[in-house]
């Protein structure tokens, strides 16, 4: 079944305490993204990965890390968490495309909690 | 601005009463635009893309329109089934490369009652 996998599904953990949230993708798609939402805010681009070894910074980079060492995966690293990273965060991948306006595929999502 | 707006942002209807959602946006140089739906606790579902306006697109009770300043997604007898939350996405921009950046409305929760 084509999708996407993301882990934690639900985390709370405290200021200041490393984590890293795992994405993976088994559709082979050279696009992947990390998203956050949050009421009021709708979804916003946290980074985003057009190829393996290839990352930029969406719209709200601030206080995170990604990699990209596979095509699968795309890890999402909060080194220093804070409370307004409080958020539910969905990973996306998609196909690249000539246009770039492939539809993305969509995590199922990590709720976290950090107090 | 470069802004996307959905409406209304809340929806309740009958089972069969039929209904539209709309996303009207501003951005210069459309590209792409995508509705989704999203059920609580999952991630948004892809329904449709549309490119061009005059464009349209139907799955089942869902059909889309596209004109050259909103979007509609229309619900024909809806039923409990459709109840959830769809959002619209805006890919714009002339040289906006392969980015799939793009700009989301905030979402209509539709709510259909039995």
């Known amino acids: 079944e084509a999708q996407v996998t993301q882990n934690p599904r639900y985390l709370i953990t405290v200021t200041g305490k490393k984590l890293t949230v795992t994405c993976s993708q088994n559709?082979?798609?050279?696009?992947m993204s990390w998203y956050r939402q949050d009421p009021g805010l709708g979804l916003r681009q946290i980074y985003y990965?057009?190829?393996?070894?290839?990352?930029d910074k969406g719209d709200v980079p601030e206080g995170y890390k990604v990699s990209r060492k596979e095509k699968r995966n795309f890890p999402l690293i909060l080194e220093s968490p804070s409370p307004n990273q409080t958020s539910l965060y969905f990973c996306?991948?998609?196909?690249?495309?000539?246009?770039?306006?492939?539809?993305?595929?969509f995590g199922d999502g990590t709720r976290l909690s950090i107090l | 601005e470069d802004q996307v707006t959905q409406s209304p942002e809340a929806l309740r209807l009958q089972e069969g009463e039929s209904s539209s959602l709309n996303c009207s946006y501003t951005?210069?140089?459309?590209?792409?635009l995508f509705w989704y739906r999203q059920d609580p606790g999952k991630g948004p579902e892809f329904l449709f893309t549309?490119?061009?306006?005059?464009e349209e697109k139907e799955k089942e009770r869902l059909k889309a329109t596209l004109t050259k300043k909103e979007s509609f997604l229309h619900i024909t007898a809806p039923k409990p089934e459709d109840s959830a939350t769809y959002l619209c996405?805006?890919?714009?921009?002339?040289?906006?490369?392969?980015?799939?950046?793009?700009?989301w409305g905030l979402g209509t929760s539709l709510a259909v009652n039995p």
């Open positions: 996306a991948s998609s196909l690249s495309g000539a246009k770039g306006n492939q539809p993305q595929h």
């Open positions: 996405a805006v890919q714009w921009g002339v040289n906006a490369g392969n980015n799939r950046k793009l700009i």
């Open positions: 549309l490119y061009s306006a005059g």
């Open positions: 559709m082979n798609h050279e696009y």
């Open positions: 951005v210069s140089g459309l590209r792409g």
């Open positions: 990965s057009m190829n393996v070894e290839v990352t």
